[in-house]
T-cell receptor, first 114, second 112 residues
Framework: ETGVTQTPRHLVMGMTNKKSLKCEQHLGHNAMYWYKQSAKKPLELMFVYNFKEQTENNSVPSRFSPECPNSSHLFLHLHTLQPEDSALYLCASSQGVTNSYEQYFGPGTRLTVT | DAKTTQPNSMESNEEEPVHLPCNHS???????IHWYRQLPSQGPEYVIH???SNVNNRMASLAIAEDRKSSTLILHRATLRDAAVYYCILRGHQGGSEKLVFGKGTKLTVNP
């Protein structure tokens, strides 16, 4: 148990659906992150939020829309996804964004796009 | 981003120490060395990190070479639960280089 929870753990959606992934951290951290892990590929950073402000968008397509209403919650809104977007989506948090801080990851949401 | 080089895989026996090497010859003076691991079907887990001095915590030890061009993650007594992919990552100081950039890591197999 890392203090970072993600729901749902599994999600199957069609290409025309709209769904949202939720992440919550109970660690009092100020920074939150979304990562994508496709099969047989390294983790890829998608978005970074620091004190609720987006500080990084790693060239992510607009069909992925993040939202950070406060430092404890992070959402990833999904719409008109493609089958190649099927992956494990991981949320993480850290005390800060500088290089001396470690990140704590949630268990991930396994997304399948049909 | 400064790069790291790790063996693709390593094997160990249960209850024996494991030394996981990482080369980072282009490390700069402000880069931290971070180690994470990922067990099957789970998110990555923070293991340890350091800058110049050796570091110990309840999970592992991190030995950093004097010139900082290499480091070794030490698991003192491997258990079956330590079977995972281990990632050695350099994190820079600014300009986006603070990001965690995951490579392929070392897949550790622990034999009973």
């Amino acid at each position: 148990e890392t203090g970072v929870t993600q729901t749902p753990r599994h999600l199957v959606m069609g290409m025309t659906n709209k769904k949202s992934l939720k992440c919550e951290q109970h660690l009092g951290h100020n920074a939150m992150y979304w990562y994508k892990q496709s099969a047989k590929k390294p983790l890829e950073l998608m978005f970074v939020y620091n004190f609720k402000e987006q500080t990084e968008n790693n060239s992510v397509p607009s069909r992925f829309s993040p939202e950070c209403p406060n430092s404890s919650h992070l959402f990833l809104h999904l719409h008109t996804l493609q089958p190649e977007d099927s992956a494990l989506y991981l949320c993480a948090s850290s005390q800060g964004v500088t290089n001396s801080y470690e990140q704590y990851f949630g268990p991930g949401t396994r997304l399948t796009v049909t | 981003d400064a790069k790291t080089t790790q063996p693709n895989s390593m094997e160990s026996n249960e209850e024996e120490p494991v030394h996981l090497p990482c080369n980072h010859s282009t490390i700069s003076g402000t880069d931290y060395i971070h180690w994470y691991r990922q067990l099957p079907s789970q998110g990555p887990e923070y293991v340890i990190h350091g800058l110049t001095s050796n570091v110990n915590n309840r999970m592992a030890s991190l030995a950093i070479a004097e010139d900082r061009k290499s480091s070794t993650l030490i698991l003192h007594r491997a258990t079956l639960r330590d079977a995972a992919v281990y990632y050695c990552i350099l994190r820079g100081h600014q300009g986006g280089s603070e990001k965690l950039v995951f490579g392929k890591g070392t897949k550790l197999t622990v034999n009973p």
